[in-house]
């Protein structure tokens, strides 16, 4: 199972990308592991998250293999999603000061994994 990261701790809402891919090749990301991240994302920040239609990240190889993954990142109040992989993808769009929030985020999934309650996920798939 892949949480792949992308544009982490901006100053907008948590966003995860329903698809991944490029024009020609698009596959979609595991709607439970979206959910999952989805409701953490909630209970962490108070705030829900915004869905974003595709993205070109390296979650695409574990979804083409059949893997359970999903991309999770943020938004920036004034660049919105974009520049990502560009000059604009910079660490001046780092919030220091949420980068706390950020782990509290992956910390509360991956308890999520060890109370056993992602396992459905990869059950589903057998793996």
């Known amino acids: 199972m892949v949480v792949n990261l992308e544009l982490m701790a901006q100053d907008g809402l948590y966003v995860i990308w329903r698809c991944d891919g490029a024009v020609l090749c698009q596959i979609p990301t ?4 979206n959910d999952a991240l989805s409701q953490v994302v909630a209970n ?3 705030q829900p998250l915004q869905f974003a239609d ?9 979804l083409a293999a059949d893997l359970p993954a999903t ?3 943020s938004s920036n109040k004034r660049l919105g999603l974009g520049g990502l992989h560009r000059p604009a993808d910079n660490l001046s769009r780092v919030l220091t000061e949420r980068l706390p929030e950020s782990v509290a985020i992956l910390t509360a999934f991956i308890r999520l994994g060890e109370k056993g309650e992602l396992q459905n996920i990869t059950t589903a798939l057998d793996l």
């Open 44 to 46: 962490v920040t108070g």
């Open 71 to 73: 991309v999770l990142g």
């Open 30 to 33: 595991t709607p439970a592991l």
């Open 54 to 62: 595709l993205i070109n990240s390296d979650a695409v190889s574990f």
